[in-house]
């Protein structure tokens, strides 16, 4: 009898990628796993139990045990600091996180203020450079604060630079690489040891044969 595994899987645009990565580490996933709007799916062949929470919360499950795994960016293990292990650098979903603001626009000289969804990151990045700042945290369509003079920078995340360019914003500073990766509860990682092992096994050869 296998071990029973809870997956927390980011819902959104990270999910796709997940579930191709899964796949081809020989899960086998059922094709409507992909379009069910289900929030708790079992896969009884597999003997696993997926959740589909919200990108952000997937630290939170993994770290309150009631996921053993879960899949999420390292934007939000940077910015949620949750007791979990980061044990594989899953490769998916590159981007990155940056400064941006209008062209040819300086800085307030005082108390300068930045939106963003990430105010822990925001913060510990103006605060190791020196700067103060006044954070103000929103929690979408981030490219609007400057444009309608709410902030004078946003940090937020960059992958193609569609929505950057679109809305006429430029890239000033970039503060981190970011790309999905595999967590662990720290007590399932023990009691769990074997059935994670050789998930965390065959996702890698997936990994490393896609580079
Ligand atoms: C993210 C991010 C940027 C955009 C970047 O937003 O916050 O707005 O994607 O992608 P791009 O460089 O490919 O244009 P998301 O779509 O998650 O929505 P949000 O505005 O609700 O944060």
New binding site residues.
Partial sequence: MKECLTVAMPKG?IFEEAVVLLREAGYDLPPEFDESRKLIVDIDNENMRFILAKPTDVPTYVEYGVADIGIAGKDTMLEEDRDVYEVLDLKISPCHMAVAGLPNKEMSSVAPKIAT?YPSIASSYFRAKGEQVEIIKLN????LAPLIGLADRIV?????????KENGLVEYEHIVDVTSRLIVNPVSFRMKAKTIDMLVERLSKVVEGNE
């Fill in positions: 645009r969804k979408g369509s981030i490219e937020d995340i960059v992958s193609t630079g569609r929505t950057l």
